[in-house]
């Protein structure tokens, strides 16, 4: 991490946005750079790229590059601010799925002493999405070389570019999709640099700007449609609220069947640690913030989510249960799907549009946190390490929510949702074991067998232990 140097860096004025997968920045038009600290000092700077050699080719006809060229080798790549960095923001837009991503950087190798560059995806507040790597360029002209790999969903994101070797030449920056199905791995000069990202109106107050809902081609996030979740604020639930207070919905109703105390729609406020009991407190990041403030109390977000692809979907709530707790519950789940601290769930469900809600309670001198987190695995499980997104979010929706196969009481096969699509309940439910076959007791859809071969578990007919 930066230590504390990203500070002053999430209102950058040079963002790009991600278009198709793909952000580009020419290496020259940089959000940020910081200065080095420690001797022998270098400076990164513009230098043109010369008609021939073997730094002509330059992408728009110039590079950075760190000076004086003296040897110097920054070994840690721990980027704490005492080399000199690069940094280029990029906005992947609402409306997208956690994917994987990966920076490029086009650079040149002038010398076995100079041609290497520490890279590496922060979050916006300089957190490293990886571990930062040294990369080698070769001395036969500009190449492209790549970061480790960070799970992303949308948000505002940096390629940090670290000197390592002074006297290394960087042309060009790439985020994009991991998958080179979808993007190809740059070559030549890349492609060109990406748009800026907009900033204006937000007629629905959602925190997305109208020009980057309309430009995402998703009507999920539409300019006039808030994106977020409905929130009730009341008096804290118990005098030592526990993860047992809150984990079944009877429960949860039973909590909030008090006085509420406010109620809005926020969309931000689900991502915190340890912040001051206050609910006005800055550090809950509530947003619109609660205009009545409560030292103890407890909160529902009501809501549905957006799931746009067939696969497994995965939640948790990360942080410590200390004199609070959160429990989540999805689709039509009346037992809590996750809890704080608790492992994580992974559903199998299709695309649709889904029932979701979290409640939370603490008490006085709570020491607890709260991160909602999500993945999506698709035809496998993953593990949930970043804030569910709110563009995935509304408070309401009017549309076709589908069924489960919990819902339909089925077992195993394939059942019709209700909203024109199919559930595989046996990735869903788990399907059937042993002997059973699906409808092979007569009814379908259900797990069962007949005849001689049958194997009831649980029952030890010839009393040999073996049922």
Request: proline content about 7%.
């Given at each position: 991490?930066?230590?504390?140097?990203?500070?002053?860096l999430n209102a950058s004025a040079v963002e790009y946005q991600v278009v198709d997968g793909q952000g580009v920045a020419e290496a020259e038009n940089y959000s940020s750079i910081g200065v080095d600290t420690t001797a022998p000092i270098d400076t990164w700077s513009v230098q043109a790229?010369?008609?021939?050699?073997?730094?002509?080719?330059?992408?728009?006809?110039?590079?950075?590059?760190?000076?004086?060229?003296?040897?110097?080798?920054?070994?840690?790549?721990?980027?704490?601010?005492?080399?000199?960095?690069?940094?280029?923001?990029?906005?992947?837009?609402?409306?997208?799925?956690?994917?994987?991503?990966?920076?490029?950087?086009?650079?040149?190798?002038?010398?076995?002493?100079?041609?290497?560059?520490?890279?590496?995806?922060?979050?916006?507040?300089?957190?490293?999405?990886?571990?930062?790597?040294?990369?080698?360029?070769?001395?036969?002209?500009?190449?492209?070389?790549?970061?480790?790999?960070?799970?992303?969903?949308?948000?505002?994101?940096?390629?940090?570019?670290?000197?390592?070797?002074?006297?290394?030449?960087?042309?060009?920056?790439?985020?994009?999709?991991?998958?080179?199905?979808?993007?190809?791995?740059?070559?030549?000069?890349?492609?060109?640099?990406?748009?800026?990202?907009?900033?204006?109106?937000?007629?629905?107050?959602?925190?997305?700007?109208?020009?980057?809902?309309?430009?995402?081609?998703?009507?999920?996030?539409?300019?006039?449609?808030?994106?977020?979740?409905?929130?009730?604020?009341?008096?804290?639930?118990?005098?030592?609220?526990?993860?047992?207070?809150?984990?079944?919905?009877?429960?949860?109703?039973?909590?909030?069947?008090?006085?509420?105390?406010?109620?809005?729609?926020?969309?931000?406020?689900?991502?915190?640690?340890?912040?001051?009991?206050?609910?006005?407190?800055?550090?809950?990041?509530?947003?619109?913030?609660?205009?009545?403030?409560?030292?103890?109390?407890?909160?529902?977000?009501?809501?549905?989510?957006?799931?746009?692809?067939?696969?497994?979907?995965?939640?948790?709530?990360?942080?410590?249960?200390?004199?609070?707790?959160?429990?989540?519950?999805?689709?039509?789940?009346?037992?809590?799907?996750?809890?704080?601290?608790?492992?994580?769930?992974?559903?199998?469900?299709?695309?649709?549009?889904?029932?979701?809600?979290?409640?939370?309670?603490?008490?006085?001198?709570?020491?607890?946190?709260?991160?909602?987190?999500?993945?999506?695995?698709?035809?496998?499980?993953c593990m949930p390490t970043l804030p569910l997104p709110s563009s995935m979010l509304r408070p309401t929706y009017s549309g076709c929510v589908p069924a489960s196969c919990d819902d339909l009481g089925a077992q195993c096969g394939t059942v019709a949702d209700g909203c024109g699509g199919?559930?595989?309940?046996?990735?869903?439910?788990?399907?059937?074991?042993?002997?059973?076959?699906?409808?092979?007791?007569?009814?379908?859809?259900?797990?069962?067998?007949?005849?001689?071969?049958?194997?009831?578990?649980?029952?030890?007919?010839?009393?040999?232990?073996?049922?």
């Amino acid at each position: 991490m930066l230590l504390g140097l990203f500070a002053s860096l999430n209102a950058s004025a040079v963002e790009y946005q991600v278009v198709d997968g793909q952000g580009v920045a020419e290496a020259e038009n940089y959000s940020s750079i910081g200065v080095d600290t420690t001797a022998p000092i270098d400076t990164w700077s513009v230098q043109a790229s010369p008609a021939s050699g073997l730094l002509s080719g330059a992408s728009n006809g110039q590079f950075m590059v760190t000076t004086p060229d003296s040897g110097t080798v920054n070994g840690s790549g721990n980027g704490d601010g005492t080399k000199p960095w690069l940094l280029y923001e990029f906005r992947i837009p609402e409306g997208q799925a956690p994917k994987d991503y990966i920076a490029y950087a086009r650079g040149v190798g002038v010398s076995s002493a100079s041609n290497s560059i520490w890279l590496v995806i922060t979050d916006g507040n300089g957190n490293y999405l990886g571990t930062p790597t040294g990369y080698e360029y070769n001395g036969n002209g500009w190449t492209w070389v790549a970061s480790p790999t960070a799970t992303l969903v949308p948000g505002d994101y940096f390629v940090h570019v670290i000197m390592r070797e002074d006297g290394t030449p960087v042309d060009k920056i790439t985020l994009q999709l991991a998958d080179t199905s979808l993007v190809p791995v740059p070559t030549g000069v890349g492609p060109s640099q990406s748009p800026l990202v907009s900033t204006g109106p937000d007629a629905d107050g959602d925190g997305i700007p109208d020009a980057t809902e309309n430009a995402d081609g998703d009507p999920w996030t539409d300019p006039n449609i808030f994106n977020g979740m409905d929130v009730r604020l009341a008096a804290q639930c118990g005098t030592t609220p526990t993860c047992s207070t809150n984990d079944t919905i009877a429960e949860v109703n039973q909590c909030m069947s008090t006085t509420i105390v406010e109620e809005k729609q926020q969309f931000s406020g689900w991502n915190w640690n340890n912040p001051p009991d206050s609910s006005c407190s800055s550090a809950y990041d509530f947003e619109p913030n609660w205009s009545t403030c409560r030292s103890t109390w407890q909160a529902d977000w009501k809501g549905f989510v957006n799931i746009r692809e067939d696969g497994y979907q995965c939640f948790s709530v990360a942080g410590l249960p200390d004199k609070g707790c959160a429990s989540l519950y999805f689709h039509s789940d009346q037992l809590a799907t996750v809890q704080t601290g608790g492992l994580p769930e992974c559903v199998y469900r299709p695309a649709g549009v889904y029932p979701i809600q979290w409640h939370y309670t603490m008490a006085t001198n709570s020491q607890s946190s709260m991160q909602v987190d999500y993945c999506f695995g698709g035809t496998a499980k993953c593990m949930p390490t970043l804030p569910l997104p709110s563009s995935m979010l509304r408070p309401t929706y009017s549309g076709c929510v589908p069924a489960s196969c919990d819902d339909l009481g089925a077992q195993c096969g394939t059942v019709a949702d209700g909203c024109g699509g199919t559930l595989n309940c046996d990735l869903e439910s788990g399907g059937c074991h042993g002997s059973d076959t699906c409808g092979g007791g007569g009814t379908a859809n259900q797990c069962g067998c007949t005849g001689s071969n049958c194997c009831t578990v649980g029952v030890d007919s010839d009393g040999d232990g073996i049922d």
